[in-house]
């Protein structure tokens, strides 16, 4: 039996840059997008398809944010080299709106490339079964093989309809599911499960906030790009340029301008160099935004207090499986939910090394252009405070110990897992960490309470906007496209409200 390759390379390393990232830079713009998730990918072709100006600084390499991908060699072959792994970092699921989003924002074939995952199956103590995770499916589980009423199943999905986001989240999770299912732990596991391996959710959080995440998954199940992450990027960094926006990577914004004796953006700081705009949207971490890239001393006493405040979601790691060329893989699912834990509670799901965690399975489906790649990502939340102490030596241990531990785990679902495995790496809360800025590795921005800081910064700054991972707008990839081009929308008006003040007169200028 050959023993899979553990790679320690460079989950937390990043490549040299070559030459000057930002030497073509214009001295001013319409817009500056500070970082390039989905949000501000989105704002940023939203606001050039509107007409306006705009640059977009991403401190990576590579667009996208998490939604990203990195390439790995193969073992050689008699004929050379093999034809590799490519790993996709958060490609694991997402609505059916994300169609809908992609269509309005993007293109035809970027919404024409969704397609559903066949298979989503749970696997722990309490229950093992399959679902297509859509409400119809859901419910069949939960009268046939939980036992309970189907009057009791419709009331449950009656109240979360009947949630008004607008009012006060004073219900918890945790709350909800003991009025609706008491003492039913089995049934709180597969109603969160999934969720909080997808966004960090807790039975503490608001119950708003799973309602929403909740139901937009129920409508019609979990769904997939194919084609991957990269051809993914790829088509919006086409769509991007097509309408004019000026992409800059390996440029980390150092500052974000403000005005010396009015709260509004005058521009960005980038490589050493001022870079004026009327409006700055930051795709940055919320308290990253505040804190770091403009500076508590420019925004109220109160807005600081209410920001110092905000709760950062948790980390993950993440064990990414490369099975070798010769051998594949053969079908399992598209999503494995995996737990040894006899009973369900969210808060353990960040143990290490963990009794749970996801496994997403990418057949050659995922990408049917180009060599036919077969992989694994197991995904886990995690705790930044467990790695960020440890010396190097510690660190790689740690990393090895995890990898080994998932394998483990994957061979209960595949007995020859080993055999088939050529690569494995593992990244962590510092990996993200470091490759996002993402303050503690935060995989999932903030909790509910960031939303109303996000929203407010423009009553701060004039002409500061924030599209990012806050609260319950960020339901994974669809929460951020669609938080993006709420913020573009908003700028939007505010950039044409400039216009017609510079050609009448009598009006104001809302700068």
């Not at 309809?161 to 004073?170: K, S, V």
């Not at 950062?312 to 040894?340: E, H, K």
């Amino acid at each position: 039996m050959r023993s899979p390759k553990y790679y320690r390379g460079s989950s937390d390393g990043r490549r040299p840059l070559a030459g000057d990232p930002v030497a073509k830079v214009q001295s001013h713009y319409d817009v500056v997008v500070v970082g390039s998730g989905l949000g501000g990918l989105t704002a940023a072709n939203v606001l050039a398809r509107n007409g306006h100006r705009v640059a977009l600084f991403e401190q990576h390499y590579n667009l996208g944010g998490l939604a990203t991908w990195f390439k790995r060699p193969g073992e050689r072959t008699e004929t050379g080299r093999g034809q590799g792994h490519l790993f996709d970092i958060s490609l694991h699921g997402f609505p059916v709106g994300m169609k809908k989003t992609c269509r309005k924002y993007w293109t035809p074939e970027i919404a024409g490339a969704i397609h559903r995952l066949e298979g989503v199956r749970f696997s722990n103590p309490q229950f093992d079964l399959e679902t297509d995770f859509t409400r119809a499916d859901f419910t069949r589980l939960l009268v046939e093989h939980f036992g309970l009423e189907s009057a009791r199943v419709t009331g449950f999905y009656d109240t979360l309809a009947q949630m008004d986001f607008f009012d006060p989240p004073n219900a918890t999770i945790g709350d909800l599911f003991e009025e609706h299912f008491p003492g039913r732990n089995d049934v709180h596991r597969l109603l969160l499960e999934a969720i909080s391996y997808a966004n960090g959710s807790s039975l503490g959080d608001p119950a708003i906030a799973y309602a929403i995440v909740f139901t937009n998954f129920m409508s019609q199940g979990i769904f997939t790009f194919r084609g991957g992450t990269d051809w993914l990027v790829r088509s919006m960094r086409a769509e991007l340029l097509r309408h004019g926006v000026e992409l800059f990577h390996d440029a980390p914004v150092e500052r974000i301008l403000v005005h010396t004796r009015e709260p509004r953006v005058t521009g960005v700081l980038v490589g050493g160099r001022e870079v004026r705009a009327n409006v700055v949207i930051s795709n940055a971490n919320v308290l990253s935004t505040v804190q770091r890239l403009v500076g508590e001393e420019h925004f109220d006493v109160d807005f600081v207090r209410q920001t110092r405040a905000v709760r950062l979601n948790t980390a993950s790691c993440q064990v990414y499986f490369g099975m070798r060329a010769s051998q594949g893989l053969p079908w399992i699912t598209d999503l494995l939910m995996d737990s040894t834990a006899p009973t369900f509670a969210s808060e353990a799901l960040r143990e290490f090394p963990g009794h749970s965690r996801t496994f997403s399975f990418y057949y050659p489906s995922v990408r049917p252009e180009g060599p036919a790649r077969h992989a694994i990502v197991a995904s886990l939340n995690a705790r930044y405070e467990d790695w960020a102490p440890l010396d190097q030596p510690s660190y790689e241990a740690k990393k090895a110990q995890l990898a080994e531990h998932t394998l483990a785990a994957l061979e209960r679902h595949l007995p020859d897992a080993r055999a088939r495995v050529e690569h494995v790496e593992v990244a962590t809360p510092r990996t993200f960490a470091f490759y996002t800025g993402h303050p503690s590795g935060t995989s999932f921005g903030t909790k509910f309470e960031g939303l109303d800081v996000s929203q407010r910064l423009p009553e701060q700054i004039a002409g500061l906007f924030h599209a990012g991972s806050v609260g319950i707008i960020m339901s994974g990839w669809l929460g951020a496209a669609n938080y993006g081009a709420i913020v573009a929308n908003r700028a939007d008006a505010l950039l044409h409200s400039l216009v017609q003040a510079a050609e009448d007169p009598h009006l104001k200028s809302p700068l």
